[in-house]
């Protein structure tokens, strides 16, 4: 406090313009580096209000146009959009449902049991993330195919499902918040060991599922890669895929295309109105405490 | 501990302590039985594939062990792979320039902004959370050599009086001019990254001790000494993060080139990486063995940088305790 009081004495008279013009170059740099982040997604509303021959015609526009209608009209003639984003919402869900279920799970056992070989086991979780995933692209398709689960969801929702980052993150939170004279009580009362997990630490673990649970979505909602390698027909396309092809395609309706953009992009948006700081919290949780 | 003083009772164990100790086995099992069939499984197999000849077009037998053939035509039997090589490591140096400019962003927050913080780094990081298929599209219309809005932007600052001069006069063909490709792919990952790295950057800039600030001020430290001598040695061990985050992120990078110039680089290849080249050589040239060999040669590359990473900010930071 006295610090403080003596600063605040001191400061102000040393040097006022300073620290003032330093606070607006600050400023315009924050202000700049929000335009730099926020320009695209206005870009992409503008876009995809206008004809593709509007997109590509001098002076560029910059004001949002009239022609969304026709883009999302164009959109589902060339692809079957509807079923593309049912089948991005569908994986996205089902994989973040079994990376809840079993990372919480392998987090619970991690932080309220002594067992042998505990510490060396979470080690060698943590070790799985060292391996990326480039290494074993093929190998991976080859197997989707001789399981026969190309084009099916399940390729990209599964193999994913127990995640490193997720039993650490649930872990962290299980061990710091669960007290284990809790699931004694439980335990005389008689209840079963799953009992345990799934009435007791679930329900008291909402904050870090709801973390992960979005962290899950996300990612898996916007899997490009996999998708590319598994999925090959347009009807088991995802929302990403899907853009992605359409790019690549002779005679490209950019308009069309930037109204499928728009329409892969808006649920995040909403989503990350609704939930930022959870999000934002899951996301950055593993390398701030970690 | 608790198992060891279970043992001399194990015969006269009853079922809810058995339930008990089997229980964190079968709660962890999931995880490894995943691991192993998803991951290490097609990670063996990708380390015996880099030893074979095989195209995928023919059966799995068809399949003929080659010994290092695969290393040796990539290293030193394609040119491209070399591109793809050196285009990742300039991508990945442009890269690195995001921590500066997150470093300087994340410390103009923290000192500016108490109550819109929240506010401000949740736009930040809104690229973060952006599908990358959508994001790319958008900047190859803004990247168009005629009539995208980059071009616009410099034309107009072109027409300024004085500093005009230092800009050209738009028609730039930044994804068809192998000059211009790199830092155009590098800018659409420098967007989408940017936030991410001022968030964690200021989350580790919160934890420092507001009195070591309050101290500096006493002995009259400006802003700039304040943050060179108390912010960013504090920082060093999240500098070691974002950094080794950077580079394995850098090495890998696929879905921004891949959607912006294709999988084959574009115009000589000046926008192929490793990561979308072994995707081309894998799935459109059919070469797996060559592809797996690639992978592996790509994550020999990932634990040398990391290792000199390591060298560079682990140990600064680990010299200050962290």
């Known amino acids: 406090m006295a610090v403080k009081a003596l600063s605040t004495r001191v400061t102000p008279r040393a040097r006022p313009p300073r620290v003032s013009g ?30 593709a021959a509007e997109i590509y015609s001098v002076p560029t526009p910059v004001g949002l146009g009239s022609a969304l209608g026709e883009n999302l009209a164009h959109l589902l003639e060339v692809v079957p959009f509807g ?18 279920f079993f990372c919480s799970l392998a987090g619970f056992a991690f932080a309220m049991y002594e067992f042998r070989f505990r510490e060396l086991l979470f080690s060698g979780v943590l070790a799985t993330l060292l391996i990326p995933g480039f290494l074993n692209l093929v190998p991976f398709y080859l197997m989707m195919n001789a399981f026969g689960w190309l084009n099916k969801p399940l390729a990209l929702w599964l193999p994913g499902a127990a995640s490193a980052f997720g039993i650490f993150l649930m872990r962290q939170y299980i061990g710091s918040t669960l007290p284990s004279a809790l699931l004694e009580a439980a335990r005389i009362d008689g209840c079963t060991e799953f009992g345990l997990y799934w009435k007791i630490a679930l329900p008291l673990s909402k904050p870090a599922l709801g973390a992960l649970g979005l962290v899950s979505f996300v990612g898996a909602w916007n899997n490009f890669q996999g998708a590319l390698i598994v999925m090959q027909d347009k009807n088991t396309a995802t929302v990403q895929l899907a853009l992605g092809n359409l790019k690549g395609a002779y005679n490209t309706d950019w308009g069309a295309l930037f109204a499928g953009s728009a329409l892969a992009v808006i649920p995040l948006l909403v989503l990350f109105a609704v939930f930022s700081k959870q999000l934002i919290e899951g996301l950055t949780a593993g390398s701030v405490k970690g | 501990m608790t198992h060891a003083t279970l043992r001399p009772a194990r015969r006269a164990e009853s079922s809810s302590t058995r339930a008990r100790r089997l229980a964190p086995y079968l709660f962890i099992s999931p995880f490894f039985v995943f691991f192993a069939v998803f991951a290490l499984f097609p990670t063996l197999f990708s380390f015996y594939l880099s030893f074979q000849k095989w195209r995928q077009t023919s059966g799995l037998g068809e399949m003929k062990f080659s010994g290092l053939e695969n290393y040796r035509f990539t290293l030193f039997g394609d040119p491209w792979f070399w591109k793809a090589l050196g285009n990742t490591l300039i991508l990945g140096v442009y890269g690195l320039l995001i921590q500066p400019l997150a470093l300087i962003l994340a410390f103009a927050i923290l000192m500016g902004l108490k109550r819109f913080r929240a506010l401000v780094t949740a736009l930040y990081f809104l690229p973060y959370i952006t599908s990358t298929v959508a994001v790319a599209l958008i900047f190859t219309v803004v990247y168009s050599k005629n009539t995208g809005l980059l071009n616009a932007l410099l034309i107009t600052l072109h027409s300024l009086p004085l500093v005009g001069g230092l800009f050209p006069n738009g028609g730039v063909d930044w994804l068809g001019d192998p000059n211009t490709v790199k830092p155009a792919i590098a800018l659409v990952v420098l967007w989408r990254y940017l936030g991410w790295n001022v968030l964690l950057h200021l989350s580790r800039m919160q934890a420092i001790p507001q009195d070591l600030y309050d101290a500096a001020k006493l002995d009259g430290a400006s802003t700039g000494q304040q943050f060179r001598f108390i912010t960013l040695p504090q920082l060093m061990p999240m500098l ?17 080139p891949y959607i912006l110039v294709g999988g084959e680089g574009g115009r000589a290849q000046a926008g192929l990486t490793v990561a979308t080249y072994l995707y ?43």
């Open chain 2, 280 to 322: 081309t050589t894998a799935f459109k040239f059919g070469d797996a063995g060559t592809a797996a060999a690639m992978g592996w040669i790509l994550f020999a590359g990932i634990l040398a940088l990391s290792t000199l990473n390591n060298k560079v900010f682990g140990a600064q930071g680990r010299a200050r305790g962290e």
């Open chain 1, 83 to 100: 079923r593309n984003l049912w089948n991005s919402l569908y994986i996205a869900l089902l994989s973040t449902a079994a990376t809840l």
């Open chain 1, 22 to 51: 330093g606070l607006l170059v600050g400023y315009l740099l924050i202000a700049l580096g929000a335009l730099f982040c926020l320009a695209p997604f206005y870009l992409m509303l503008v876009y995809a209000t206008h004809s």
């Open chain 2, 240 to 256: 070691f993060l974002t950094v080794s985050l950077t580079i394995i992120g850098q090495m890998q990078l696929f879905d921004e």
